[in-house]
């Protein structure tokens, strides 16, 4: 896992720029709509799991571990969403869904961060709660995703603010930049989504009020 090579005096883990690669990849094939996302996910998921196990960053570790469960439900629910033939159509998150993904955040980031404070042995490289955090709100992106609901772009630009200071302090310099990258990539991708469902919704109410009601 430590192998890599080095670039102005840092070491540079080849699982960490080959697993960011990957991930890049999957923002946009995200903003795409196309089933690719998913197995690219799970690539870049298990390449990432394997670069923070070896920086002791057990946020990210836990994170990239639960993106492979979750790339495979999120295949599973894009691929029953597009059948028929049917492009994907995404939507806003109901204030149902949003209060669960916020309180599901809140929460979990808490629990999370208690048990990475009294789990001496992982060497946490850097504050427990931020790990935490990462880890929580990755989740909630992720699975708002799965939902093709537009607010998941929102979620990764928080967890993009905590991601890039975790990972230049862990040593990971590739995702640190990454992170920086996914910044920017996450807002174009918010704007097309948004900006589809809107038209979407202009010329058609109806099939829009269908897709909230058939989730």
């Known amino acids: 896992m430590n192998a ?3 670039a102005l005096g840092e070491h540079i883990l080849w699982t960490d720029l080959v697993g960011n690669i990957a991930s890049l990849a999957v923002v946009w094939l995200a903003m795409r709509k ?3 996302t998913w197995p690219v996910q799970l690539v870049g998921a298990l390449l990432l799991l394997a670069a923070s196990l070896d920086a002791h960053v057990p946020g990210n570790a836990l994170k990239q571990a639960l993106f492979c469960g979750l790339a495979c439900y999120g295949w599973f629910s894009w691929t029953r969403g597009t059948r028929d033939q049917h492009a994907l159509l995404v939507r806003p998150g109901t204030t149902r869904e949003r209060l669960f993904l916020l309180a599901a955040t809140v929460v979990g980031t808490v629990g999370v961060a208690e048990l990475f404070s009294h789990l001496t042995w992982l060497h946490i490289a850097w504050s427990p709660w931020v790990n935490a955090y990462i880890f929580v709100g990755s989740a909630a992106a992720t699975f708002a995703q799965s939902r093709a609901l537009v607010d998941f772009w929102i979620i990764w630009m928080l967890v993009d603010l905590a991601g890039v200071p975790l990972a230049l302090k862990s040593g990971l310099y590739v995702s640190g930049a990454v ?36 989730r």
Not at 181 to 207: C, D, K, N
Request: no cysteine.
């Open 4 to 6: 890599g090579f080095t």
């Open 34 to 36: 196309t089933l690719w």
């Open 179 to 214: 992170y920086g990258v996914f910044f920017v990539l996450v807002l174009l991708g918010f704007t097309r989504w948004r900006r589809e469902y809107r038209e979407r919704q202009t010329a058609s109410p109806i099939t829009a009020a269908a897709v909230i009601a058939d």
